[in-house]
């Protein structure tokens, strides 16, 4: 279990915050969990100043008798063999700030809901906010690629869409709640031509059985035709992206083709395979994420049926250079 501080209640006015102490808590607003690396990558443009982001994630979590701060938690999570990672999250107190600055923060710790969250929990999250700063840095390194809306299952789930289905005469509903939905358009060509992506994204920690991850994947096929998605995003089109983290390569690799085969085994079983196998992709993260952005630049993914890898976005150079 990750070892946390203890929060205050809020005493500081907003003022006292310098500018980017305030860009911190505000990005921490969308971000589940992050580290000193993702808060600098995120916010400095050449993803340098990484000693001057660990010291204002410090100062924002430990408080002094001149300065009761504490806005965000800090997390001792393992990490390579004898080594921690620390990983900062929202506490109440950075929360009720982000209200009064007129900014929702729709997770932030509980330590009333947090007795049961194990490591892999945070690093479940970790990666999310791994893969969003990851798009950002990529949409910064190409222009042509913007992110025109982002929303984490946190801010979905104050108002989740949901699947209702009726069978023996009963009707039941479910959620059906991404782990990180985007919207990315990419603008190009002359004239000018708007090519749209929306992305459904899930990271795959490998705790899902075979029955429960083709449970959710049918329930999402199911939201999808319902129109049900085309309601709640404001778009019919997506695609949905799967990727494996793990400790080592091999297991993301063999985690990444394990969840493939039980897409098309049921997409199979469901006679589902020539309209919706188009739709899913599968890849994987890892400790060089920032530094290759493969998953978006790169034929980096695997589709259901092919082992030809494809890229995610189309290449932003032929378009470019016409």
């Known amino acids: 279990m990750p070892t946390v501080s203890t929060p205050l209640k809020p005493r500081v006015r907003p003022g006292a915050l310098s500018s980017t102490e305030e860009s911190i808590l505000r990005a921490a607003a969308d971000l589940p969990v992050f580290c000193a690396e993702d808060m600098t990558r995120l916010l400095s443009e050449k ?189 019919p089109a997506l695609l949905c992206c799967y990727l494996a983290v793990g400790a080592t390569v091999d297991y993301r690799i063999a985690r990444l083709h394990t969840l493939r085969t039980w897409t098309a085994e049921l997409l199979a079983a469901e006679r589902l395979d020539d309209d919706w196998a188009s739709i899913f992709r599968f890849s994987t993260i890892d400790e060089c994420l920032y530094d290759t952005l493969m998953i978006f630049s790169d034929p980096a993914w695997y589709c259901v049926d092919s082992d030809t890898l494809v890229p995610l976005f189309m290449s932003p150079e032929p378009e470019e250079k016409s």
């Open 47 to 235: 993803g340098s100043q990484g000693s001057h982001y660990r010291a204002l994630l410090k100062s924002l979590s430990v408080g002094t008798p001149g300065r009761r701060t504490e806005y965000l938690l800090r997390l001792r999570m393992p990490h390579a063999p004898g080594n921690v990672r620390i990983l900062y999250t929202l506490s109440r107190r950075g929360a009720g700030l982000l209200k009064r600055l007129g900014v929702d923060a729709d997770f932030w710790y509980r330590p009333w809901k947090a007795s049961h969250r194990s490591v892999s929990f945070w690093q479940h999250h970790h990666a999310i906010t791994r893969v969003l700063v990851a798009l950002y840095a990529f949409t910064r390194s190409h222009p042509a690629y913007q992110v025109i809306e982002a929303r984490t299952g946190f801010s979905i789930a104050r108002n989740p869409p949901r699947l209702t289905r009726g069978a023996d005469g009963q009707e039941t509903s479910a959620t059906v709640i991404p782990d990180v939905w985007v919207n990315v358009e990419r603008s190009g060509g002359s004239p000018p031509v708007i090519h749209g992506f929306p992305l459904w994204i899930e990271v795959d920690c490998g705790t899902e059985t075979k029955a429960m991850f083709q449970q959710l994947v049918l329930n999402r096929i199911n939201f999808i035709s319902s129109k049900g998605y085309k309601t709640y995003f404001g778009t």
